[in-house]
Nanobody, 124 residues
Framework: QVQLVESGGGSVQAGGSLRLSCAASGRTFSSYAMGWFRQAPGKEREFVAH????????YYTDSVKGRFTISRDNAKNTAYLQMNNLKPEDTALYYC?????????????????WGQGTQVTVSP
């Protein structure tokens, strides 16, 4: 029911930074937890970060802890992923998603709405 559109991807050198945005249209953005996932060619979709509706709880996959920060602005219906100290292994198509079920936050099946993805490419 909700539409999600990611933006902010691009090509950077290792050590650089990007901030991804996820703009939502539709109903009741602020009532849902949000997540970021990524997928590289030939790889499974991987959980990156999660934030609850009130921004009081966040989770990250181990490989991005200390480098990435998830946030949201409910008044703007937008979620963000600040990515610092990027590494070549961060190269992937990044998706934002809206949480739906009560399943584990790292499982893609716990989310019911997905954006089209934004490409992040990190060169050595």
């Amino acid at each position: 029911q909700v539409q999600l559109v990611e933006s902010g991807g691009g090509s950077v050198q290792a050590g650089g930074s990007l901030r991804l945005s996820c703009a939502a249209s539709g109903r009741t953005f602020s009532s849902y937890a949000m997540g970021w996932f990524r997928q590289a060619p030939g790889k499974e979709r991987e959980f990156v970060a999660h934030i609850n509706w009130s921004s009081t709880s966040t989770y990250y996959t181990d490989s991005v802890k200390g480098r990435f920060t998830i946030s949201r602005d409910n008044a703007k219906n937008t979620a963000y992923l600040q990515m610092n100290n990027l590494k070549p292994e961060d190269t992937a198509l990044y998706y934002c998603a809206r949480r739906y079920s009560s399943g584990i936050y790292s499982n893609p099946r716990a989310y019911d709405s997905w954006g089209q993805g934004t490409q992040v490419t990190v060169s050595p």
